[in-house]
């Protein structure tokens, strides 16, 4: 913009900053006394003088700094851990990551410290709030969450909502450094310039109340110690959020749209912020407005009834006592003796009936004050005679701070928002995070991580607890159609809701529950399982302790290890197996190669005495064939004939 445009638009936000102070200083003296009253300083000069000059101590009965931490306290038990849940099917695993995110960014800035933070600024002075930026860590962008404390928050006076969502400007006021100041123009301004427009700081002479003011108090610049208070301005122009950084000599920074948008690329104001209570004039106040009148009042009783009683008011006729001043002293004395002259009046009226007075009105004054906005059951009064009754009284007592706490949730809402519109926009590259939600077991989630179809499909097979074998895991990596890369966990891509989760809080009908399950489980050990018992109790690391009770008392690690071991003894009975089967077989081809070599013995030993036969027949038939003729036979003489 041009030197014209650029004086016409600091002259401008600089007006919208006057605005702000001179529109809300009643307010803010309101809320400056709102604290005093929280930190004890509940007495104004004047009654302190007073008590001084008739040298009675200065007591204060502080009913509000009690009251004020059981809020806190209880704000501490209920605190919420933000959710995502997808919007789509296809977004349901990597909604997992986007939750871890947030909780992970959460608790890299320690967030519930600064929600305390703001919880307190709500309940006392009426407003707080937080910016969720981007920080530059080196080469990585970190999202960083910052408490802007109540005396450095200022807004639009014409705002009416709760959440401010329907203000025109936003801002923070800082007092630092002239160096620093120069910093946050960048190193691309001209240094030159910049010095000329914190000098200018130094010349203004604007005024205002004390809440913006440094500590020690300054106007807009000390030329001293070479301070200067810087706003950092957020306002809308044309439906959009601008941000600028201006001091009362001109802009350190220049006005640009805002550089942090929403998933559908809307310019977004970093700075969150909420209030308790909003009067008809829009001024914002907290919880302790409400008792600064019964407050007001304990303190004022205690202190008349403390000075009647320890008063006495004297009713004589003159001359009853030869010196009036000596006698006022004796009867300020507990043995104070006065003569008095004879048969004249003088008679003593003390402030004891005054001083029941008072006591009876201090009593209800504390009564007033003890009923509302907190009441003993928050504060920890055990009287109730059973949990149920406990409960109830709980409820009444937080029935009245449901407004508040409504704002404080919906703050919270908006804060883990912010975090994931930062996340979503900014967290590019592959990052690592590390998730503690098991206090034993650490893990990583990979985000915005490159990784091949292969190794994708090993994951997912390991998270389901199956074991691939190496040559399945080969096989999957060798195959050309599991090289494509995608990207694991891709949070620009993501399309989620975000819902709260109320922190854990000790219910004491659960607990009245839980003890009777325990009296049972005495009385009768059959009845009731152990398992049933654990998980009916509150513990902390219940499944954990359910996880070793399924286990049967062997330590995760042991169990992991021995179920390695099983594997490995299955896999050498397989191959063992494997091994005698082949053996076995084997062993079943020789014995067939042996039978079939013992009947080819056999046949041989058949043909080898077949042609043994054949031979001998052979031969016998060739001898016989040379064997010569027979000679002829005789034929013998009959019997009895001689033959000479």
């Known amino acids: 913009m041009t030197e014209s445009d650029n004086q016409i638009g600091h002259a401008e936000l600089l007006q919208q900053f006057r605005e702000a102070d001179d529109t809300s200083r009643t307010a ?34 502080n009913r509000i700094a009690p009251k ?82 109540w005396d450095r928050f200022y807004w639009d006076p014409h705002s009416r909502k709760r959440d401010f969502s329907d203000a025109s400007y ?43 003011d440094d500590r020690p108090q300054f106007v807009w610049g000390d030329l001293k110690r070479r301070r200067v208070r810087v706003l950092q301005h957020r306002f809308k122009r044309n439906g959009e959020w601008h941000t600028a950084i201006i001091c009362g000599g001109g802009f350190l920074r220049d006005p640009q749209v805002s550089p942090y948008v929403d998933e559908k690329g809307i310019p977004q104001c970093d700075l969150i912020g909420t209030s308790a209570y909003i009067d008809r004039e829009n001024n914002r106040y907290g919880v302790v407005r409400r008792m600064i009148s019964p407050q007001d009042e304990i303190n004022k009783r205690r202190s008349k009834a403390l000075h009647l009683l320890n008063s006495r008011q004297v009713i004589a ?41 008072q006591f009876n009105l201090l009593q209800e004054a504390k009564a007033e004050i003890d009923a509302s906005g907190v009441n003993p059951a928050i504060e920890g009064d055990a009287s109730a005679p059973s949990g149920r009754a406990q409960e109830m009284m709980m409820a009444s007592g937080l029935a009245e701070m449901a407004g508040v706490f409504e704002a404080l949730r919906d703050w919270s809402w908006e804060v883990y928002r912010q975090v994931w519109f930062r996340i979503r926009q900014y967290w590019t590259d592959e990052k690592w995070i590390r998730v503690t939600d098991d206090e034993r077991n650490m893990r990583w989630v990979a985000i915005n991580r490159p990784m091949t179809q292969a190794d994708l499909m090993i994951e997912q097979a390991k998270q ?77 690391n219940k499944d954990q302790i359910l996880e070793h009770l399924d286990s049967g008392g062997i330590p995760p690690q042991v169990q992991q290890q021995m179920q390695e071991m099983q594997q490995a003894l299955q896999q050498a009975q397989q191959a063992v197996q494997e091994s005698e089967q082949k053996a076995q077989e084997a062993q079943t081809d020789n014995a067939i190669k042996v039978a079939e070599l013992q ?46």
């Open 170 to 212: 936003l801002g923070v006021v800082l007092w630092m450094d002239e160096q620093e100041a120069i910093a946050l123009a960048g190193p691309d301004a001209d240094r030159s310039d910049v010095e000329l427009i914190i000098q200018g700081c130094y010349s203004s002479t604007a005024s205002s109340g004390d809440t913006f």
């Open 28 to 61: 803010r003296e309101l809320s400056e006394r709102d604290r005093d009253y929280y930190d004890g300083k509940q007495l104004s000069g004047e009654e302190i003088e007073a008590l001084n000059k008739r040298r009675q101590p200065l007591v204060v009965s």
């Open 317 to 357: 006729e003159k001359g009853a006592v030869e010196d009036r001043e000596q006698a006022r002293r004796e009867m300020a004395r507990p043995d104070g003796y006065v003569e008095v002259n004879g048969d004249m009046r003088f008679e003593v009226a003390d402030g004891i009936a005054l001083a029941a007075g």
């Open 464 to 540: 389901s607890g199956q074991q691939l074998s190496p040559q399945e895991i080969a096989q999957l990596r060798a195959d050309p159609m599991m090289q494509q890369v995608s990207i694991q966990n891709p949070l620009g891509e993501l399309d989620v809701d975000l819902i709260l989760e109320d922190g854990p809080d000790s219910v004491n009908l659960q607990s009245e529950q839980y003890q009777s399950l325990i009296d049972l489980k005495k009385a009768d050990p059959a009845s009731i399982p152990t398992r049933m018992i654990i998980e009916a109790s509150s513990l902390r």
């Open 599 to 644: 009947l080819k013995q056999q046949e041989l030993a058949i043909r080898q005495e077949e042609l043994g036969i054949e031979r001998y027949r052979a031969e016998t038939e060739r001898i016989t064939a040379m064997r010569p003729d027979p000679e002829p036979q005789q034929t013998p003489p009959p019997s009895g004939v001689f033959v000479g």
């Open 68 to 149: 004020i931490d059981a809020l806190i306290g209880h704000e501490k038990r209920i605190r919420t851990d933000p959710r995502a849940y997808p919007r789509t099917p296809k977004h349901e695993a990597e909604s997992e990551s986007a939750t871890d995110s947030i909780r992970y960014v959460c608790d890299a800035n320690r967030f519930s410290q600064i929600r305390s933070s703001v919880a307190e600024n709500l309940f006392i002075e009426g407003a707080g709030g937080a910016t969720v930026t981007v920080k530059a860590n080196g080469d990585v962008l970190d999202v960083v969450i910052s408490n802007v404390p």
